[in-house]
């Protein structure tokens, strides 16, 4: 399937901090409590994803520059530092399923938009302001067309009580 002409791939790029504790959840493996990169916009949940390696890898550069400069990881839609995030664990680039992550957001609540560009530019001081990023980003909302019928619903409300 695409959107106008971006192909939507099976398996997106995900930048995930390495959580050696707290409580493993469905969004991670067996044997780690990773977390996804993420934000609030427009006061809901959204998971980042990547439709390309590219846009991943110059995310990933852009989020160690960033920590590097201001000492935590930043809210992409321009807020501070994001609160409760360690900067002591490290992210890394992974790969997710992009139908089992749609069916995970929808059924939880969590938005999921597809980068397909990603690029910034850093300037150490820009009109007496100092650290600034500037970034250019392109994305799709990738459940814009997506819902799932009651029954399944339920089944994943189960399966969470069951967790």
């Not at 201001?70 to 139908?99: A, F, M, R, W």
């Not at 530019?121 to 250019?136: H, P």
Request: hydrophobic share 35%; aromatic share 14%; charged share 25%.
């Amino acid at each position: 399937m695409t959107y106008g002409k971006l192909k939507r791939p099976p398996f997106v790029k995900i930048i995930k901090q390495r959580k050696t504790i707290g409580e493993r959840t469905i969004w991670c493996s067996p044997e780690y409590t990773d977390k996804m990169y993420s934000s609030m916009f427009n006061d809901k949940q959204y998971i980042y994803s990547f439709l390309t390696p590219e846009a991943s890898k110059i995310c990933y550069q852009f989020l160690k520059k960033y920590r590097e400069v201001n000492g935590g990881y930043p809210d992409l839609h321009g807020k501070k530092n994001l609160k409760n995030v360690s900067c002591d664990e490290s992210i890394y680039i992974d790969d997710e399923n992009l139908q089992t992550l749609k069916k995970k957001c929808i059924l939880n609540g969590i938005g999921l938009i597809g980068i397909s560009e990603f690029s910034y530019v850093y300037l150490d001081t820009f009109f007496g302001q100092k650290n600034v990023f500037n970034l250019s980003i392109s994305a799709v909302d990738l459940l814009a067309d997506v819902s799932f019928d009651n029954q399944e619903q339920i089944e994943n409300l189960n399966y969470l009580l069951d967790f």
